[in-house]
């Protein structure tokens, strides 16, 4: 999934039958026109999405709102990325006027949002990022801070050969008549504005005898498939902040935010009845629970269920194989198989994975945050395991 994917997925309905056949023709990748791209032998379409590049730094540290408070500062980039180019130009032209930043180069099989995710952990200094890249990743991380955009709005493009006129045509015809359109807008906010963050610490202090409405359901439930109720409580609280009626992004629904085609599987339907959510994801949990070893210490068990919930069995697996390869203990999560998780967002590592790509802070935020939230119901129910 992904807007790009989606937006040339639009146009192409009748091309599923070229892909399949293993022709290439267009390059989306969030290109900009670059000196360097120009030299090439393609097209450029007109630009589908307009975008800035934004210092990215973490909320609190002190806010870069001018070029001299790039003074002795680091910026880590890719030197394949149009970032790069930015950067060298201004670094360039600073330095007549006597300031000086530095511009550090990571792998290249760094992505950007991998990039950012080091600059949140203090291991980089800033980084610099697409307007867009920092609406997502804003949604995960409240530690994230966009500060001084460095261009102009920029127009990503799509990349074809200079030889298919044809369809260099319709492209464009295409993009002129979908951009800032309802399918585009609908799009768009799927994947730029929707807040993915649904741990609300402001409403926890609220939280006093009764967690929330559906405290003697999640009990009765959490008895019958043998997890305890607070912990499913801080799942539900994590999943839709106990709103039944809770859509996510990808199209999951209810209290434990499940698919509705997982809830098909496991038999129920009409997700928004609270009941029916509930079970839907307490049934799916206690199916997934199933699939992993008995021999696992019960915590363990607890954090890889919770995993595979979020991400996937077969995810998961794969991060067990590469925690295994790596040095680390496939039998345990944190600090163990939750690293392998991060990695498995690096080609170097999905690619040779079975289940391939996987963003791994997902998982390793989402049990982060239910643990928090589970040792909070815990002091407050201690009496209740």
């Given amino acids: 999934m992904g807007f790009e994917y989606e937006l040339i997925k639009h146009f192409a309905k009748q091309m599923i039958e070229w892909l399949e056949e293993g022709y290439g023709d267009i390059i989306s990748a969030g290109l900009i026109k670059t000196p360097e791209r120009e030299k090439l032998a393609v097209d450029f379409t007109a630009p589908y999405l307009?975008?800035?590049?934004?210092?990215?730094?973490?909320?609190?540290?002190?806010?870069?709102?001018?070029?001299?408070?790039?003074?002795?500062r680091t910026v880590f980039v890719r030197k394949s990325s149009s970032y790069w180019n930015t950067l060298s130009e201004l670094q360039e032209q600073l330095s007549k006027d006597g300031i000086q930043f530095n511009i550090e180069l990571v792998p290249e099989t760094m992505e950007t949002e991998e990039i950012i995710k080091h600059v949140i952990g203090g291991q980089y200094d800033l980084t610099l990022a697409d307007s867009h890249i920092i609406d997502i990743e804003k949604s995960w991380h409240s530690e994230l801070h966009a500060s001084l955009a460095l261009t102009e709005e920029q127009g990503h493009q799509w990349m074809l050969r200079n030889t298919n006129k044809q369809l260099f045509s319709e492209l464009n015809q295409f993009i002129k008549k979908e951009y800032k359109q309802l399918f585009y807008n609908v799009t768009y906010n799927k994947?730029?504005?929707?807040?993915?963050?649904?741990?609300?610490?402001?409403n926890l202090a609220k939280n006093n005898n009764i967690i929330s409405p559906y405290d003697d359901l999640i009990k009765s439930l959490a008895k019958e498939y043998n997890f305890d109720w607070r912990l499913i409580t801080a799942q539900v609280n994590k999943e839709s902040k106990f709103n039944p009626k809770a859509k996510s992004w990808a199209g999951?629904?209810?209290?434990?935010?499940?698919?509705p085609r997982t809830a098909r599987e496991v038999g129920i339907s009409n997700l928004e009845k609270p009941e029916n959510g509930l079970r839907a994801g307490v049934k799916y949990m206690a199916w997934i629970s199933k699939q992993l070893s008995d021999e696992l210490p019960l915590d363990v068990h607890t954090w890889f269920t919770l995993a595979a919930y979020n991400a996937g069995l077969g995810h998961l697996k794969d991060a067990r194989n590469l925690a295994l390869k790596q040095g680390l203990n496939p039998n345990r999560w944190f600090g163990h198989v939750e690293k392998a998780f991060l990695l498995l967002s690096r080609p170097e590592y999905y690619k040779k994975a079975r289940y391939g790509y996987v963003r791994?802070?997902?998982?390793?935020?989402?049990?982060k945050r239910i643990q928090a939230l589970f040792e909070l119901y815990s002091n407050k129910h201690p009496e209740e395991a």
């Fill in 50 to 72: 307009f975008v800035k590049q934004v210092i990215v730094q973490r909320k609190n540290d002190q806010a870069i709102e001018s070029l001299e408070a790039l003074e002795n």
């Fill in 360 to 367: 791994g802070i997902e998982p390793v935020t989402y049990i």
């Fill in 191 to 202: 994947y730029f504005k929707n807040s993915r963050n649904l741990f609300d610490s402001d």
């Fill in 252 to 259: 999951a629904k209810g209290l434990l935010q499940v698919m």
